[in-house]
């Protein structure tokens, strides 16, 4: 695969997702500078970012792998893990905490066995905190599947990871 | 679009909003959102159409109203009536009170008389739970875009600048920088391009103001951008704003687009020459990108590390031409100045500290949300009169303002004047307006490990004294309220928080301590207990400790 190549490359494969990610590649004219953009539309289409991902986006956009692999490891908002079937991200910021967020964490870590940042052995919940929600009036705020829950308590969050371990799985491939 | 177009759409818009004898506002920010505002919004349409009142009646999604804790929030077209806590099963009586004038049950009765409303002074949040952010219509109506035209075909550009030197205002962002002083320096700048950057990187925990206005009146944000961009001699600008606030970006862009259409966006906007392009630009959740170094970095692709300055962002910044920064709330600001002229808003605040501030009022207050006051209001005000004071009987203990580059300010300074300087003067900061009531249940030591856990994640890793610096200071933390702390480690402690202060290159770094300082300065009575008697006062650290062993 040569380094900077003036034709477009192929996708890593032929996932129709690909086509998504060569929109925002194509609308940013190929700049080395919306480098961050690509990788927000990669980590919205996919879930998460792959290698194969990361050394696409290089190739496209002609930047060495290198910065790609350090930017994406540098943003706390790129996870580089597939997430579970549900995600609960807790809130920590400074209000959240004040109100007992911490609670919230060892409620989760009680109920299905995983720490902040990992994800049930059957890949059905992964846990992630946030630095602030900016819900501060809702504190203590969770984000569940994508939806904010304000004022929660430590039971109210057991029931909640209960149904989701409970849920039949659906028949989708980890991290999709 | 020219100036009699823009008065024509803002004559028919009123109009349109003249023809209902009632309105009924949703607000549909984030907060009322998540506690599904959206469905409080869609029942309460379907009851004035199934009641034929579609033609008297308004039912309009609003931006915040500011009380966050109390929400969804619903209220009549002048905020006689207002309703708290209200579910989709509620909209028949709302309709009842607000067309009918009939009682509701006391439950989602809130009362638009609280201290809360009343002593606010709205400029920035003018707009916001009044207009539908989404539509530019109902931004134009309240003399949306005036302030441009103004500019445009009245004021030269040393003009507006002029006119915000005047006004006194200073960097809303956190370090209070005079915004006028800013302006001048890229203005006299020279460059083949120059930039505007609104900073909507609001990372503080605690802080959720930029959230608010850029969900609740994002038009004000551009037109301020647009107004500084024909200031300075700009043709591009950038919001970087967190990918954290999805429904901020959506807004932020469905308003690009408006404004771009009519002409008050893009190429020659308002039939002049002035020709000025926004995009919106994500950032991915990075505390130090809000340092304007590091947001120029982000915004150029790369990794977001500070460096030195100078030379400053206003000499060399977004691919190294001259660049303007500036905070959400400061551009909000800046069409209110240039409508009614740097004196006005001059006359507002104290001698050094003008106009009016945001804050977002949280933690173990009654009244959450959002509040915009007059600088040189007390603190006592703000967290007794609007915020309601402690709820459950508990005592006050301290406000934490500024985020991790803040400090905890104790009861005895709680009639002290809200300004940089009054603030500065007991170690804290106003900071970008994050502001966090503790009672007696908050461990002082126990916070100073929450923002230095902060901070050390947040460190990135440029320099020495704040990677390796916050990561010791943690640690001794740590291990004090563990109780396993020395008088040694204290003195230590305090000695790393000055080396880190005076030694780190970016506003991170330098202002990481102060958590640690203002509770050593106020609180050493609590780091004492731990360290000597192995104790919490507040029944924090040990419970923990404790729950840790039994694990």
């Known amino acids: 695969m040569p380094l900077f190549s003036e034709k477009a490359t192929p996708p890593p494969s032929d996932d129709k997702r690909w086509k998504i990610v060569d929109g925002t590649i194509r609308r940013h004219g190929r700049e080395p500078y919306a480098l961050i953009e690509v990788l927000h539309t990669v980590q919205e289409t996919f879930g998460f970012l792959t290698d194969d991902a990361l050394r696409y986006v290089a190739v496209s956009l002609r930047v060495p792998y290198s910065k790609v692999y350090g930017v994406a490891t540098f943003y706390h908002f790129f996870s580089m893990k597939p997430p579970g079937e549900h995600t609960c991200v807790v809130c920590t910021g400074t209000a959240c905490y004040i109100k007992g967020a911490a609670s919230l964490i060892d409620a989760v870590q009680q109920e299905a066995g995983i720490a902040p940042g990992e994800t049930t052995k059957d890949a059905k919940l992964s846990l992630l905190t946030a630095r602030c929600l900016g819900a501060c009036g809702l504190a203590p705020a969770v984000v569940f599947d994508g939806d904010v829950s304000g004022k929660l308590t430590g039971d109210g969050m057991k029931d909640r990871v209960r149904q989701y371990l409970q849920t039949e799985s659906k028949a989708v491939g980890v991290g999709a | 679009m020219n100036h009699e177009e823009l008065g024509n759409v803002a004559v028919k818009a009123r109009e349109a909003e003249g023809q209902y004898k009632h309105t009924i506002k949703v607000c549909m920010a984030a907060g009322c959102l998540s506690s599904h505002a959206d469905q409080v919004k869609a029942e309460i349409e379907r009851e004035v159409k199934h009641r034929g009142l579609d033609q008297c009646c308004k039912v309009k999604g609003v931006g915040c109203m500011g009380l966050c804790a109390a929400g969804p929030l619903v209220a009549d077209k002048n905020n006689e009536k207002m309703f708290q806590g209200v579910t989709a099963s ?157 429904l901020a970006v959506k807004r932020l862009r469905t308003a690009i687009k408006q404004a771009e259409q009519h002409g008050l966006l893009g190429q020659n906007i308002g039939e002049t020459h002035f020709d000025f392009k926004v ?44 660049t303007l920064i500036n905070n959400v709330e400061t551009f909000a600001n800046i069409a209110p100045i240039i409508r009614k002229g740097g004196d006005w808003y001059a006359s507002i605040g104290t001698e050094k500290s003008k106009g009016t501030k945001v804050f977002a009022l949280a933690g173990r207050v009654k009244n959450t949300g959002l509040i915009e006051v007059p600088m040189g209001i007390s603190l006592r005000d703000i967290v007794f009169k609007l915020g309601g004071g402690i709820p459950d009987g508990r005592k006050f203990k301290a406000v934490q303002t500024g985020g991790p580059s803040g400090g905890c300010v104790p009861q005895q300074f709680l009639d002290m004047s809200v300004d940089y300087e009054s603030l500065a003067s007991v170690g804290a900061i106003i900071g970008s307006g994050g502001m966090i009531v503790m009672d007696e249940t908050s461990c002082m030591v126990d916070v100073a490990q929450f923002f230095m856990d902060f901070c050390a994640s947040e460190s990135c890793g440029k320099c ?32 790393l928080a000055q080396m880190v202060k005076s030694s780190s290159l970016c506003g991170l770094g330098q202002t990481t301590p102060n958590p640690i300082s203002t509770t050593l300065r106020y609180f050493m009575d609590e780091y004492q207990a731990h360290i000597h008697d192995k104790q919490c006062p507040s029944g924090v650290c040990m419970q923990k400790k404790a729950a840790e062993v039994g694990a």
């Open chain 2, 90 to 246: 509620d909209a028949a009586a709302i309709v009842d009170a607000v067309v009918d004038n009939k009682p509701v049950h006391e439950a989602i009765v809130l009362d638009s008389n609280l201290d809360f409303f009343k002593r606010q002074q709205k400029i920035v949040l003018e707009n916001s739970g009044e207009i539908d952010p989404e539509k530019i219509e109902d931004y134009i109506a309240r003399n949306g875009y005036e302030a441009l035209f103004h500019a445009l075909m009245n004021l030269k550009p040393l003009e507006v600048i002029e006119h915000v030197t005047k006004s006194g205002i200073r960097g809303r962002g956190g370090a209070g920088f005079p915004t006028g002083l800013k302006w001048t320096a890229v203005a006299k700048a020279t460059g083949a391009h120059k930039y505007v950057i609104c900073n909507a990187d609001e990372g503080d925990p605690g802080a959720f103001m930029d959230r608010s206005v850029l969900e609740s009146d994002p038009h004000r944000v551009l037109e301020g951008m647009a107004i500084a961009a024909y200031a300075v001699g700009a043709d591009r600008g950038y919001i970087y704003c967190r990918a954290e606030y999805p």
């Open chain 2, 279 to 322: 995009e919106v630009r994500l950032g991915a959740g990075a505390f130090v990108c809000g340092e304007e170094t590091a947001l120029i970095a982000s915004v150029e692709g790369g990794r977001g590390t500070p460096r030195p300055r100078p030379p400053f962002p206003a000499q060399a910044g977004l691919w190294g031409e001259p």
């Open chain 2, 464 to 495: 020495v004294p704040c990677r390796v610096g916050t990561k010791q200071m943690l640690g001794i933390l740590k291990r004090i309220v563990n109780g396993e702390g020395s008088e040694e480690e204290l003195a230590m402690l305090t000695e």
